[in-house]
């Protein structure tokens, strides 16, 4: 709980500290290195227009593979990389790589492609973000409405840094921004009309049961009712499905993720994707 509750926020630890902190320990010394040779990799799952079926971005996830041919997930290591202070060059790292990926498929003919980014609350801390993002768009040159930060109901709770500050620093370049998770996290309504963000991805956990189960339709309901009244785009999380995918299309939502597209796979593997749905291929 206290992981999922936002990696700003103190966590208890139980009498498995010191056996715990070990492993972490140990993972953040290999960590470092794997960070420094850009041994990591940044795979990507497309978002659909449920409109036109089309993919019409794409989100970079982060893997870190292991010599064994093993790999692993965000959830273990992206709180390490916070907490130790990696996760300043390794999120600077995806930025960079992402936009370059994105202008790549552009060029080649996806001109509509965005991409999106996951932020850690972690990296405002020095006040150097803007400066990072606004790199990232020269080097690749990347147009800045392309690019869509992720942000989780956290990191727009934090009210005593100059989180805000920084964000609109980044939204004045032009770049756009979804609300992740949403659901999950504080849920507090008032970070809603702090930031004003483009789209709302509503957390997996409640499209999860849709389609056979309908307990969770009046939320999903009431989450993109609130999204459409502030203007906001809602995207669906985490569909499985068929069933999944007719309930939140009937329920007007305007984008979709999930395993019944793609997971996360290798830039090689998603270029063939989009390569398959290209104009020029679709006769
Ligand atoms: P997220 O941003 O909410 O990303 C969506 C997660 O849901 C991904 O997990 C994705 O693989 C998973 N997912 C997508 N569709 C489905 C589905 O149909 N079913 C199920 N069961 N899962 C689905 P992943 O890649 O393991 O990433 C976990 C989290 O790690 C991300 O959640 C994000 O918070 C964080 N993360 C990943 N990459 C980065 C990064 O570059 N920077 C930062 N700061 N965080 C990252
Ligand atoms: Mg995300
Ligand atoms: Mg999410
Ligand atoms: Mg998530």
Redesign the pocket.
Known sequence: EAKRNGRNRFEFYDVRFDEESDEKFSLIQRLRPAVQANALA??Y?PLIDLKTGNICAL?????WPQEDGSMI???RF?PLAESSGL?DT??AW?LNQACMFCAKQQQNGNSELSIA????FA?FKDGNLPQIVKGALETSQLAPEHLEL?L?ESILADDNGNVIQQLEQIKSLGVTFAI??FGTGYSNLNYLRTFSAQKL?I??IFINTLGFDEKDVPLVTAIISIAESLGMATVA????NEAALKKITEMGCDIG????WS??VPAEQIERLIEAQSPTNQR
């Open positions: 940044v795979y799952q989100e970079a996830l982060l893997r997930f965000p959830d992206i996760i390794l999120g995806v980014v996951n932020l850690s990296q992720e989780t992740d998770d991805k957390d997996r999380e985490g569909i499985e993720q999930g395993y019944y997971k996360p």
